[in-house]
């Protein structure tokens, strides 16, 4: 997967409608919901959109023939492999039907012009794990994890006996990273999905 390092803006016209493309990078919903908010331009006919996050998708037609406009973007976006984007499609209208082959192709192609030529990087899916580390175990383990690249320690509470450790792991290392704490620690030490339960008298 990949995300954008900032905007991007592609526009061109087909049959006389303009097509003005912006991608934008997001973290959240609501910053989707600012950006479409923010770059929708009321002078056009048409404004419409699409995002991902992760597993989560919208898209909106804003008045063209259902299918058209929102579906296309939203292909762009994934045929492209970008996580954590919305894209907003603008037309103003230039007196020319296109009919309903056309505005896919005008929409989608638009969108996928403009992410084409945005500044990318790539990502990997990673997953948030929790791991208790005493002290004896805390500096070896630590910077053994730093050599793996891609574990980012989110988190890091100390108490009487060690540390609470979040740490942000690839999915991809993730059987490794949790050998490598269990052979450091001689087995004192496990990666958790969750912390786990205080323990009640």
Not at 96 to 103: K, P, T, Y
Request: negative net charge; aromatic residues 6%.
């Amino acid at each position: 997967m990949f995300e954008l390092v900032r905007p991007a803006v592609s526009e061109q016209v087909i049959k006389k409608s303009r097509f003005l493309a912006t991608a934008i990078p997001i973290a959240g919903e609501d910053d989707a919901k600012a950006a479409i908010a923010s770059h929708g331009h009321p002078d056009a006919n048409h404004n419409c959109w699409a995002w991902r996050l992760g597993g989560a998708y919208r898209f909106s037609d804003d008045g063209e023939p259902g299918g058209t406009a929102g579906k296309p973007i939203l292909a762009a976006i994934d045929g492209q492999s970008i996580d954590k984007v919305v894209v907003v499609v603008t037309r103003w209208f230039g007196g020319v039907l296109l009919g309903s082959g056309g505005l896919v192709r005008a929409y989608g192609g638009t969108a996928a012009i403009c992410l084409k030529g945005a500044e990318r990087i790539e990502t990997k899916p990673s997953v948030d794990r929790y791991f208790h580390l005493q002290f004896s175990d805390l500096a070896l383990v630590k910077a053994r994890l730093d050599a793996f690249g891609d574990v980012q320690i989110l988190e890091e509470r100390f108490g009487a006996d060690g540390a609470d450790i979040v740490a942000r792991i690839a999915e991809a290392d993730l059987d490794a990273v949790s050998r490598l704490v269990s052979d450091l620690t001689s087995g004192r030490s496990e990666i958790l999905l969750v912390p786990p339960a205080s323990k009640t008298s």
